[in-house]
């Protein structure tokens, strides 16, 4: 007889630790959010940032997709930059922009103003998953923070960037700068995963979702050994952690080497490179976002092809290869999310 089902025993962390799994789990990131009626609806008039602060819409938002779609895992609803907020840094979430901060950091004095994270900093997150994880049952929860490089340019930057040009300057000529902010949002990323994790969360994933935009050298010298640190500690907390980036298929291997279980792979890197690049680990992904939008069938089958390439992988968690595009029909998610669960693991 099987075991009766727990978050602990579920596919999604099954396949996260390359154990046997019943079917290929499914989630999205970004499931939660604005491709959902339901969400717009709880969102109407409250910021975005206020709304991450508010442990019961938090709990509320996060289960949206889950009881829509009976996704393998839920996401916590939250934003990379929810704990720099948390810790006093003056910045917002601007609709159809993303995080913009008041003062940009340039100085060592700067990053020395940044205060540490301690959990009493952020009991709001603490009380969400706790709320969350009873809600969730045998789903299990993924908590997140971003990575260090990905989260340091919107800090230099003071916003969105293409070319994250200040940010790789800084890198470059201020080394004493950049290595005390990497330090710095290290521990803020260790401090708010440990503090998800210790409430509750079954998962975290690191995203280091600009990453792409680095050489390899500067990812390896620069970058890697700060989220390696956060991956480390993350790992003594005792569960799977998913590293993710974008555009990262020259990285892919540095990426599974700074200590992750599951390695994020983007659409634009074929799955089956991904899965030699990344080694003896699982891999999640990787189905181009933009894929909803053509017909079912032509959607179906290009994900059947990903399951078929991921049973090579030592594990394999279906998603897109980003997040899911606002303007995505709902109804279209729930039809790959039933097609992902019903084919066939052997
Ligand atoms: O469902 C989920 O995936 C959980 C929620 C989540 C959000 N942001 C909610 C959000 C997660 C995991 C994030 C992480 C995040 N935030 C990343 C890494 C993931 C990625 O997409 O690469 C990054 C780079 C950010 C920074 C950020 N915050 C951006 C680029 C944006 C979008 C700007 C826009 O409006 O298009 C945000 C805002 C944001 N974070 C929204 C949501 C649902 C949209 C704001 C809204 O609904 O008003």
Redesign the pocket.
Known sequence: MSPSPTAANSAFLAAARGLPVPHTPVW???????SLPE?LKV?EGIG?LESCMDPDLVVEI?MQ?VRRYGVDAA???????LPLKAVGVDLD???????VVAKPVRTLADVEAIDDLTPEHVTFITQAVQGLVTELGTTPLIG?A?APF?VAS?LVEGG?SKDHARTKAMMHSQPEVWDALMRKISQIASAYLKVQVDAGASAV?L?D??AGALAPIDYAEHVMPHSARVLAQAGELGVPRIH?G?GTTNLLTLMGEAGADVVGVDWRTPLERGIELVGDRAVQGNLDPTLVFAPTEVMTERAGRIIETGRSAKGHIFNLG???I?STDPDQLARLTDFVHAYPVD
């Not at 996401?75 to 930059?81: A, G, K, P, R």
């Open positions: 999205f990131m970004r499931q939660a959010g604005r969400y969102r975005m996060t997709p996401i916590f609803f939250s934003d990379i930059v979430i601007v609709a159809g922009v993303g995080p997140f971003g990905t919107y969105p994933q995203f979702s600009w993710f974008v980003h997040g899911v606002p």
